[in-house]
């Protein structure tokens, strides 16, 4: 992780000719600081100098006052009283609230997604599905929190309750960071990503109309995303985040698992 990096602008900007105006510089602002928050590149914490990041960018300070004002909007900047900005911090004892919540809420919506699923969204969840395996294999951390958000996202939709989705939506978003951390843990784990295995099997409970088994599948999930998580932090030296021991027996490390029958 670091502070704002001082990159020289005649090696990282085209030519002055072809540079956006102000409405392309602000976004190319945001979406190059979105990136490097993203990925960690800059530090939970880092101070972000406005008068720093125009002279980066080639730029006057208004686009990057709107670039800020974005990210601010993202929950990825925090806009202090004093008129300073910083990386917004990445609150590690929140972590087991985050869990509760998302655990919650990606468990209604699959489940209401396989009671309510048509033909065409579940098509869609398909998709988005092998979208995702596609992202696997350049290993592109950003492209797979798109591709991730966007399975769930299909999820969501067919659960055909809009506020139960935006909410959902939030929340993944609210997490993306702890999810780069995840990709970086399972970036030295000896098995594979096993999102893209939980993803399908997923899509055939919510293609069988099996909403138990659906809503067991996604706390499993969620779980697996907890666990592994914790794991990688504790062996990074962050310690002291307790999360309750999940009661589900089925709920554990290992990915999804369908239900044995009997």
């Not at 602002?29 to 590149?41: A, G």
């Not at 797979?144 to 999820?155: D, G, R, S």
């Not at 939980?198 to 706390?219: C, F, N, P, S, T």
């Amino acid at each position: 992780m670091r502070e704002l990096p001082d990159i020289e602008t005649t090696d990282t900007l085209p030519d002055e000719a072809a540079a956006p105006r102000h409405g392309g510089r602000a976004a190319l602002v945001h979406d190059t600081l979105q990136r490097e928050i993203l990925t960690l590149e800059l530090a939970p914490g880092a101070a972000l100098d406005e008068t720093q990041i125009a002279r980066r960018f080639s730029s006057s300070r208004s686009p990057v006052r709107e670039a800020l004002s974005r990210l601010a909007a993202q929950n990825l900047v925090v806009m202090l009283p004093n008129r300073s900005t910083v990386v917004a911090p990445l609150q590690l004892a929140d972590f087991p609230r985050y869990i509760e919540a998302l655990d919650l809420s990606q468990r209604v919506c699959t489940r209401l997604a396989a009671e309510r699923r048509t033909e065409e969204q579940l098509s869609a969840m398909r998709v988005a599905a092998s979208a995702f395996d596609h992202t696997l294999l350049p290993h592109d951390h950003l492209e797979m929190l798109a591709a991730n958000k966007a399975f769930h996202m299909a999820v969501a939709a067919a659960s055909q309750n809009r506020f139960l989705a935006a909410q959902y939506d939030a929340l993944l978003d609210e997490g993306r960071r702890f999810m780069r951390l995840y990709f970086l843990h399972l970036d030295n784990a000896a098995y594979p990503n096993p999102l893209a295995e939980d993803h399908h099997v997923m899509v055939e409970a919510i293609a069988a109309q099996d909403a138990d088994e659906a809503e067991r599948l996604a706390r499993i999930h969620t779980a697996g995303f907890r666990d592994r998580l914790l794991s990688f932090l504790g062996r990074n030296g962050t310690t002291g985040i307790s999360v309750a021991a999940d009661t589900d027996p089925g709920a554990t490390s290992g990915g999804v698992r369908k239900k044995s029958r009997p």
